[in-house]
């Protein structure tokens, strides 16, 4: 019986990709000669695990598992786990109706503009009760007729099968390719689900403003694996303390399960649900209503789809697809569905246009909610009409480089205008205010921030002028000291809270230096020069003292003021200036760029390497002599989007207080895995392994001396020397950077233009400071 459903399956699956085929190798042709490659500007960068090597891995893992659960007795007790899913059932009724609680932090009670498409509660739906249970622990997640009806939704099972394709490759275009063709495929064969394979793909819910989040914890995943497959809590415990990864686990438990029905497929739409859901789900009896619908899920899951949907509870699919390649294989799957509706062609120029656009308008409004119907609809014909930046929908905030050098300064603007301003040491804060008068402020991670600044929040009204009706502010937040009338240090500010602030309770009071506006009154100020902006931003809003003031200026052009005007800065508590082209079309405001039409210079950095940089906690090593009970160093990594790596760069041992180190170790001491990530990049050497590996999550700020070319550390190897990293040299902690995730990082490009420019900048000072030795 099991097998005549396998065969089913596999030929169910077989036709699945049967259409694909032909576009195949359409698409494939297309991005190995993609402009991708030709943009790339190292040397070579030699993938961290080979594929073989992560192959290989991935088999060892799965024997692990095996063999660890086979170490233990498996009690198979069919009759104990039909109770429990009973009980589970049980509960799961009885708590049907309690209310959930949507955890987006909104200041205003409404939904925003772009809010996704409300979730049905799968709990409530009410399609299994006790008595349609099969005599073992499969519980069928839909009735028959429900089956029916949803026969025409993409199931998890073939984006599992797309994923297990990516897994196997290290190569972005590869996996950009297979992506493309997973969603041309759901494209044209189910539409409606395009929006939530997108979603799933990436492991998220929502856009990053609607705050939901999956990431259930350990335990829960542990209780409900467990409870599902029949074994004991210890057992799962045990197996997962062997291979580290608890959708291997639950993979290799599910398939040691004897099963009599063949559960119905899982689709998309009643998965992104039932996620949602378990997010969403807090109060009395969460956790047991947690438990009751991953077993559900579980139970309706096969091959690896246990492994990846326990891998998206946890919030880590592991799978290392960057918003990049999402936003390529979509453009790509868009371009060739609607070429082909048109009966037309698809040329080269037309795909690099569709990728340009679709990567466009998704730094100006990064919601897939917003933009997914209409790429179906239209594909990314208009895209930039339909798609615009809109009050309530954060976009992705300007960057800047950092700059060594006054006359780097000049030469970069050449005889182009461009102003100074004041660099404020806050919080970036994007403040948004609504035709009907609903205001925001989003983080420079696009988090919705609102009910951390309720103080802010109530002050609008005393900066705002009545003119300004709706827009969007680019503003950063500082503390401000309201006897002495000066801005606080950075570190007051991260004092505050960042939930649950209320006006009333507040000690140290926000402030907002806004220097850019990006929309006022209906229309987006994005391609208008800085000067236009600029004059917008004075006349529709008024200074307040500590409360709402515009960054202060200075438009002199020559080294010596903008020397002044640093010195002043820096007296006035700030980090040092921001230098911004002011007229023309150069002028204009970049969501999402780092760009070279903003320059940052800090003072405290002029001596260093330019600019701090924001690294990765991957690994620690164990304190000795006074620090025997945390870690005394630790193993830091930049990021290298391009090869989706984490390489290594520095140990880090000093700068950081008594308390903090205390910290640092409970808090770490929660994500140690057993062994290191395949996407990190280090030494493979022994004197060189930290004593713990662990998650990527945490962001530090650290400053260094210099950079050095290292066989050891990993950053940027392939970009200055073909078989060196580059390390940092006497570094030190600053700060932890809670407003970026570990994906925000230091790029290894990054890492290599600081080198880069150290180089020149010690080239230039050894020229100086003996002029002869060119002469020999
Ligand atoms: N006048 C200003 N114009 C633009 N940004 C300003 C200004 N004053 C303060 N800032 C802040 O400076 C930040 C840029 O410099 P900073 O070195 O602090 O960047 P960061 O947050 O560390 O990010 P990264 O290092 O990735 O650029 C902006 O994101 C903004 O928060
Ligand atoms: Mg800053
Ligand atoms: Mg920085």
Known sequence: MRDIFRHLRHFRRSLWFKPMSGRQSN????????????RKKRISTPPAVSENETTSQTVKEKKNVTVA??????TNNGEKRRSDVLESLKEEDKDASDTMEVKRSKVNDQSSASSTSSSSNPISEGDTTPSDIPPIAETPLESTKKQEKKKSHATFADMVSTFTKIEKTS?????????????????????????????????????????????IGESIIMKAVAESTGQTLQQIKQAFHK??????????????????????????????????????????????????????????CQGAEPKYLIRALEGKLRLQLAEKTILVSLANACAQYHADKK???????????????LRDVYSQVPSYDIIVPQLIEHGVENLRETCKLTPGVPTKPMLAKPTKQFSEVLDTFDQATFTCEYKYDGERAQVHYTEDGKFYVFSRNSEDMSVRYPDIMASVPKWRKPEAKSFILDCEAIAWDKEENRILPFQKLATRKRKDVKLEEIKVRAGLFAFDILYLNGQSLLDAPFSERRKHLYSMFQPVTGEFDFAKRSDQQSVESIQEF??????DSCEGLMVKMLEGPESRYEPSKRSRHWLKIKKDYLSGVGDSLDLIVVGAYHGRGKRTSVYGAFLLGCHDPDSETIQTVCKLGTGFSEEQLEQFHKQLSQIVIPKKKDFYSHSEAPPHQPDVW????????????????????????????????ISLRFPRFVRVREDKNWEDATTSEQVSEFYRSQMVHNQTSARASSPNVEEY
Request: charged share 20%.
């Open 566 to 571: 640093l010195e002043e800065s820096v007296k």
């Open 343 to 357: 009966h037309v062609q698809l040329s080269q120029s037309d795909r690099i246009h569709a990728e340009q656009t």
């Open 694 to 725: 662990f998650e990527p999550k945490y962001l530090w700020e650290v400053l260094t001396a210099d950079l050095s070319l290292s066989p050891v550390y990993k950053a940027a190897i392939g970009y200055i020397q073909e078989d060196k990293g």
């Open 27 to 38: 698409i494939s042709k297309f991005f190995t000669l993609g402009p991708e490659d030709a």
């Open 243 to 300: 291979v580290g990864d608890l959708g291997l686990v639950a993979q290799s438990s599910r398939q040691n399960q004897p099963t009599m029905f063949q559960p119905a497929a899982l689709t998309l739409p009643f998965l992104f649900d039932s996620l949602k859901s378990i997010a969403q789900m807090s109060g009395n009896q969460s956790q047991n209503r947690k438990i009751g619908l991953i077993k559900r899920l579980l139970s309706s």
């Open 171 to 215: 190569k972005r275009l590869e996996i950009i390719d297979i992506m493309g063709t997973y969603f041309f495929s759901i494209l044209r064969n189910h539409p409606d689900d395009l929006l939530t394979s997108v979603y799933l793909s990436i492991n998220k819910l929502g856009p990053d403003y609607s705050g939901i989040e999956l990431g």
């Open 69 to 74: 659960l086979k170490n233990e007795k498996l």
